[in-house]
């Protein structure tokens, strides 16, 4: 299989995680691609031109994220650990939260990264704040599973890879305006990000570089 990705992406460091909690490391190559640009790697594989993307040894393609990590928790024989609990639907909304926080970090970051200052439209980065704001207040709250064994769920890999892309995020653009942190925020949440840390090798190795 071959795993097409960008090292900055959150959604494709959950893939690259899943790839090697899974053990599936040997079975699966990593290969950057230029998904901002006109990349035919790329982009015969996955019209819409966004990573993760899988191509399957038959030639047949998976995405987006989630379908991917679907399938490698299936393949490798652990569906049964793909969500913690008894309530998969209840693991599935903490993932597409999850997935969520890291579209609403992404949104607000490219208005920043794409415009001056003064062309900003200041309306949406806020209502992507105030997204970013009440998710993280949920999930601080939320009594989060803090067992990784055998190997993290589906949803704690999303999770985990989302706040870190917040922390990719404080060494550049819009979220310098605020006072706090957000792990000085929600302590209970950046506890919870460090005993995934701490417990998943595959995170450190994953961290991107600016």
């Known amino acids: 299989m071959k795993l097409l990705i960008s090292p900055t992406s959150p959604y494709a460091r959950t893939a690259r995680m899943a790839v090697s909690v899974l053990e599936l490391d040997k079975e699966v190559t990593i ?77 607000a970051a490219i208005e920043t990264r794409n415009h001056d200052q003064d062309r900003q439209n200041s309306q949406w980065i806020d209502r992507q704040e105030g997204k970013i704001l009440r998710a993280l207040a949920m999930l601080d709250q939320a009594h989060l599973v803090t067992d990784f064994a055998p190997l993290p769920s589906a949803d704690q890999l999303f999770l985990a890879s989302a706040l870190g892309y917040l922390d990719f995020t404080t060494q550049g653009t819009w979220w310098g305006k605020w006072q706090q942190s957000w792990q000085e925020s929600h302590p209970n949440l950046a506890q919870w990000l460090q005993e995934f840390a701490d417990a998943v090798p595959a995170f450190g190795a994953t961290t991107p570089t600016a």
């Open 31 to 107: 290969q950057t691609v230029n998904h901002r640009g006109h990349d035919e790697t790329l982009l015969v594989r996955n019209p819409l031109g966004k990573v993760p993307t899988l191509i399957l040894e038959n030639e047949e393609v998976l995405y987006d994220s989630r379908v991917i990590l679907d399938c490698l928790y299936e393949r490798k024989g652990k569906a049964v650990f793909q969500f913690r609990g008894p309530d998969k639907y209840q693991g599935l909304t903490r993932q597409a939260l999850a997935a969520g926080l890291m579209d609403c970090t992404i949104a």
